[in-house]
């Protein structure tokens, strides 16, 4: 399969130097001149498809015993491998910055979420270039590449019209990008990008429109079109979805197939799934299931109401999980009528950390909502249950749930020091390259090992410079060992886990594991110190699941793994730790650099412009003025003049029904207004809303008035407003509002500003409120960002 290609240790691959001219005329050019030939990988080399599946534990799909039936991934395992000690880095944009850099997510900036990333070397959420992505080695040795999905490894703040755009997709190695930026994106209207540019759906909900379907077609469409004008050119997939992440958005006729399918209890089909996992093999017959989380109700304990409203969560779950795997499925039917399905080395990774506990203890309709520590009732979920699914929800489900959807492990997202957070399910498909059918593979491996095999399997070998940069070693082992000798010694024998302050550390078999939070309380009541954690000690050789804890029995073995998690924390920069979570996706309480730093003024000149919110003035915890320069036309005008955030939580500045209107959404569960009471006469006007923050700290309320043409014509009481993030999946939006609407006083999307828009200003007060707690720290804080 290989050839020499002691070229490729430099990228890009210098081209060859070109013939000698022996002629003056080129009739007598001899020999004659020969067209350079398109770069190619080794002899051999397979097509590549990565599929990254969001949220999901391992105890959730069939292929390994759960309750969502997943016929796909169960059809590749079955012509292909099953991995059952897979391991990623218990959140998101981490695993994906590893998986596509085969280093550990410290190691190349990516310590936690890019929303979340601070000024440490660990946490800025910049990938350094000494750590190139597996694209851009693939692609420089000659395949085609392309991206569809959930690209979460972008710093946040690069990701407007101004860029730059070298940690874009499209300038880590990807020739096509097709998806969104974000950690997650509503399904039923997403805001997208192809390449570098904002693009929407042209078809709705009602016209068919779900973007995991949009994102296999365009998927089939371009390998299809690649196939058809270079195939023997091989390409690489990668396609991450934006399911299973919260919200559950799904076609009504997955959700109700599951329908009366989880009123047993998350406690009863814990021991369904391992009783399944068993049959499969992939845990020992001597598998246990592991302890419960304190805290967290068993099912027995919950009221009829409770009982209800977390069963159809779970079904709206299970219909999402089959329906991402349905879309899987029709990628793999056009490999395969293309003829390049037995040649295609796919790796099918169905989570990119464990099931995610947080939607908290009883599940809710608006993630976000709950994050900043407002729980909705069972009896309000129940009252909404009919909708669960649609546009007009932003579910999730209980952690009881996540609990159960990582059996047989412990904890859950986050809890990156037991395997419920950090242990995946790992299906590997390649007839051409794989002899067993329907095999398992015990041996221990992490994402990043992902890269090592598929640079193995392409015969490329690990890129020394590129674009002259030295490179940083590879960290993960390969594991192609392993694909034909199910028998092999583990390879990878040491391994670190951080995450928001959970950590742990494996070396042959032992684990060493602290948990120092929990995964659904998002918003931290006072400090909690990293020396009050409590270290546990498991032997994972004989106790497959961490179900005991030995920590007392063997102290010294214990003191040992201590100290071999700080030796290799300090490696991979993972000091020093931070624990904050909703508190970090504030640039100025992350300590992370903002793209509009401390300006108080903005303008932004005619309609049209998205921005993210990390891009966007930040409006939260302070006054603030609005004010728009507008042409109304003969008739009257309509629409929005300037909207940030959704039907979720948000607000707009618009014309209704002729007059100037502005409308403050609290979480989807109020939507205070206010509205001049005179329409608004042709010709050119000046609209201005004074928000008049109360202080005090942060998401209190404030005073909304409204004024045309310097008069005051309406005011309002707006009684508290979101402290921390409007949405991650929702855009601040000049002249029109995007995704879902902040108010139904005008449609979806549909919904454009009709007059002319010259300019609107946005002015930030300076009584910006966060949540340091006392004016010595206060003093520090400002201190640390001069």
């Not at 309609?607 to 302070?622: H, S």
Request: hydrophobic share 35%; proline share 7%.
């Amino acid at each position: 399969m290989s050839e020499p290609h002691g070229g490729r240790h430099h990228l890009p691959i210098a081209g060859r130097t070109g013939q000698p001219v022996t002629s003056i005329d080129v009739h007598d050019q001899d020999p004659p001149h020969q067209p350079a030939q398109p770069l190619r990988p080794p002899r051999g080399a397979p097509n590549v498809i990565v599929v990254l599946v969001d949220d999901m534990g391992f105890g959730a799909p069939s292929a390994f015993g759960g309750p969502c039936e997943m016929p796909t991934a169960d059809r590749l395992a079955a012509g292909g491998l099953r991995y059952s000690r897979f391991h990623v880095t218990a959140i998101c944009s981490p695993t994906r910055q590893s998986l596509l850099t085969g280093r550990n997510h410290h190691s190349v900036g990516m310590g936690v979420t890019t929303e979340m990333a601070s000024a440490a070397p660990g946490y800025s959420g910049i990938r350094p270039k000494s750590a190139a992505t597996l694209a851009q080695v693939l692609g420089g040795n000659g395949y085609r590449t392309g991206a569809f999905g959930k690209w979460h490894q972008t710093p946040a703040r690069d990701v407007s019209p101004v860029g730059p755009f070298d940690r874009w997709p499209t300038g880590e190695g990807f020739d096509s990008f097709y998806g969104f930026l974000c950690a997650e994106m509503n399904h039923w209207y997403p805001v997208l990008f192809d390449g570098t540019t904002p693009v929407e759906p042209s078809r709705k909900p009602e016209d068919g429109y779900h973007l995991s379907e949009d994102l296999v077609d365009r998927a089939i469409h371009w390998i299809s079109t690649q196939q058809s004008l270079e195939p023997d050119a091989p390409f690489f997939a990668y396609l991450p979805f934006g399911a299973t992440h919260a919200p559950y958005h799904v076609p009504r006729e997955y959700r109700d197939k599951y329908k009366g399918g989880f009123d047993h209890g998350w406690d009863r089909q814990r021991e369904i799934t391992l009783r399944r996992q068993r049959e499969l093999g992939v845990v020992p017959e001597d598998a246990e299931l592991a302890p419960w989380a304190e805290g967290v109700p068993h099912w027995d304990e919950l009221s009829d109401a409770e009982r209800r409203s977390a069963a159809s969560l779970m079904e709206l779950y299970a219909g999402f999980a089959e329906h991402t795997d349905d879309q899987v499925g029709r990628l793999v039917d056009a490999l395969q009528e293309m003829g390049v399905l037995d040649d295609t080395l796919i790796f099918y990774i169905l989570g990119d950390n464990g099931a995610s506990a947080e939607g908290g203890l009883g599940g809710t309709l608006n993630e976000h909502r709950f994050a900043s520590g407002i729980p909705d009732s069972a009896e309000f979920i129940n009252a909404n249950a009919d909708a669960l699914g649609d546009e007009t929800t932003h579910a999730h489900y209980p952690v009881g749930w996540a609990l159960a959807m990582n059996t047989p492990y412990q904890w859950t997202k986050q809890v990156a020091s037991h395997f419920g957070g950090t242990r995946d399910g790992l299906v590997v498909h390649w007839p051409n390259g794989i002899a067993e059918r329907g095999g398992i593979r015990h041996q221990f491996h992490h994402v990043i090992d992902v890269m090592p095999t598929i640079l193995e399997a392409a015969g490329v070998p690990e890129p020394t410079t590129v674009d002259g940069v030295a490179q940083q070693p590879i960290e993960g082992v390969s594991m192609r060992y392993s694909f034909n000798d199910a028998d092999a010694p583990d390879r990878h024998r040491l391994q670190y886990f951080e995450m928001v302050g959970n950590r742990g550390i494996y070396h042959d078999g032992w684990m060493a594991v602290t948990r120092h939070g929990t995964p659904w309380e998002m918003v931290q009541s006072g400090r909690r110190y990293f020396d009050d954690d409590v270290w546990e000690l498991y032997d994972t050789n004989v106790d497959w699941t961490q179900a005991r804890d030995i920590a007392a029995e063997h102290p010294g073995k214990l003191r040992e793994l201590q100290q071999l998690f700080l030796i290799e924390a300090a490696k991979y920069n993972v000091f020093p730790l931070d624990d904050r979570m909703t508190e970090r996706e504030n640039p100025r309480e992350a300590g992370r650099l903002d793209l509009l730093g401390d300006r108080s003024t903005v303008t932004f000149h005619g309609a049209g412009l998205r921005l993210t919110e990390e891009t966007a003035p930040n409006v939260k915890n302070r006054s603030h003025t609005l004010t728009a320069s507008v042409d109304i036309p003969a008739g009257g005008g309509m629409g929005v003049i300037l909207a940030q955030g959704g039907r979720f939580g948000g607000w707009s500045l618009y014309v209704h029904e002729g007059r100037a209107a502005y409308a403050y959404n609290y979480f989807g569960l109020t939507v205070h207004r206010v509205i001049a009471p005179e329409r608004l006469t042709p010709g050119r006007h000046e609209i201005r809303l004074g928000f008049d923050y109360d202080g005090g700290g942060v998401g209190k309320g404030g005073t909304a008035s409204l004024s045309v043409d310097g008069r005051q014509v309406a005011d309002g009481r707006v009684d508290a407003t979101i402290p921390y993030y409007f949405a991650f999946d929702e855009t601040f939006d000049v002249g029109l509002d995007r995704a879902s609407p902040v108010t139904d006083d005008y449609p979806v999307v549909d919904n454009e500003f009709t007059g002319t828009l010259h300019w609107v200003r946005v002015d930030l007060g300076d009584d910006l409120y966060s949540d340091v707690e006392t004016e010595e720290e206060r003093q520090r804080f400002r201190a640390s960002h001069e």
